[in-house]
């Protein structure tokens, strides 16, 4: 099976649909960072962007999670739902559509691919039995859990014993098409490991699992059969298409894949692969729509070697942290430091030391610096020089000149880290060209071209590098780049490719002679600990 060519203009991809069980945290808060990047990215490279981002609202976890509150479960919901979009907005995060499985144009669409499934005669009723993970949602082999009787993901939560009447999908007709699929598309699922683990958990053999439950209301009835509602994993799946409908659209399939369909990239963390890589696939191949394009399934942030989750109450409150340090200073951390397909660890000390060596130190202190010689040695104007004028073997010019490909690429795979690492390869070694050549002592001796050139050079790399880190760090780019004389706020998205093309602000050395530039400001204040973590 060969996957469906997208339209190259295009660019639509996904956060999970998050459970509603609890206040985001900060892993929630990593997965939409990231697609909030990619999204910025693609938009900078002048392609038109869908970012979807919502809430899956039902099951038996949040109608118990409701009870616990005394509240309704869409009271609930309601409630949560708010705390996301606040969360979305204080880390800068510009989504396009937030899909909530709770909306009644979600009804229709979940109905309508039940019904093209029920007809392909894949749903059948039988008997449940097994261990139930609540907080997964799941159920699990006996052998997958604890000795506790625990899921592994909730070390607190008691699977639960389950017999009971469900519908099924007959996953296990699919196990040869998956196969295929996988086969034939290695970049369907990312990182390699995982997509390794996800072969041999096809060819183990598939069995069919149940997309009804009978003793949960909070769901929509299964239309055939009202006792049972349907699972919510069935249903929150299908969030990713009701979310491509127009406002105004009525709900139907035809409308919701019209556009937009097939998605580019569903970006998930390692928990809900599974029904991403598995489930999600042989839904489609059932109901007859053409498959994603890629998933890409990041690793897990840990506290003491264990995933954060909202049901272990192991989390990181994400709106101490950018109350403390900002959107750019959180968004720069997690997509550096930690390596997109691993778990990583978050510890606050690291944290702050990073941002300051190498946001605060090495690129903010350098481009003030930079300007604070031009404004001595250059009259107040720009180095009369253009990066044309520099010898291809110029130590800055080498590196910034293939820098963008090599920066594109990391991008493109979501080697965040290891694109950010070049980049500062190029901020460090400005440092350490400046420092060399010391125009301080050229100036005076009087060799004015030589300075100005050295300063070019540098302020030209911390163009390009901020150009480079606009999708991650929007606001401290916009500053550079306002520094550098440009009017540009690299949160207006759709307009940045305009003002600062892509094509030629990826390039190296297209700062103009004699600009006028503003007088320096710093650019990014040094970051503290508060004072019980320095103690
Ligand atoms: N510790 C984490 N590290 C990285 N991503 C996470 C983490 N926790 C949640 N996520 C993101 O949220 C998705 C799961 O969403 P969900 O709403 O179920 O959050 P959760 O905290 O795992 O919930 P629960 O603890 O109730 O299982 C993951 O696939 C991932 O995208
Ligand atoms: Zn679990």
Redesign the pocket.
Known sequence: MTLDKTNPQKFSLT??L??V??VP?I??G??TMIADVIARFERLKGKSVLLITGTDEHGQKIERTAQEKGVTPQEHCDRIVTRFDELWDKLNIKYDRFSRTTAPRHEAIVKEFYQRVWEQGDIYLAQQQGWYCV??EEFKEKRELLENGCCP??PNKQAEWRDEENYFFRLSQYQEKLEDLYQKNPGFLEPESRRNEILNFIKGGLQDFSISRINVEWGFPIPNDPKHTIYVWFDALLGYITALLEPEQEATLDNALSQWWPINLHL??K??LRFHAVYWPAMLMSARVSLPQRIFS?G???KDGQ??????GNTLNPFDLIERYGSDAIRYYFLKEIDCGRDGDFNETRFVNVLNADLANDLGNLLNRTLGMIKKYCQGEGPQITGENLPLEHPLKAIGLDLSERIIHSYETLRFNQGCEEILALIRASNKFIDEQAPWSLFKQGQQAQVEGILYAVLESVRLSAYLLSPIIPNLSSRIYEQLGFLVDFNQADQVNQIVPFKQHTQWGILAANRVLPNPQPVFAKLELPAEETS
Do not use: E, V
């Not at 995933?307 to 272990?312: G, I, P, R, T, Y």
């Open positions: 956060t999970p998050y459970y069980n609890d945290h892993g929630s990593y997965t907080a997964c993901l909730h998930i963390g928990d809900i990041h897990f942030l840990t995933k954060m989750s909202k049901s272990l």
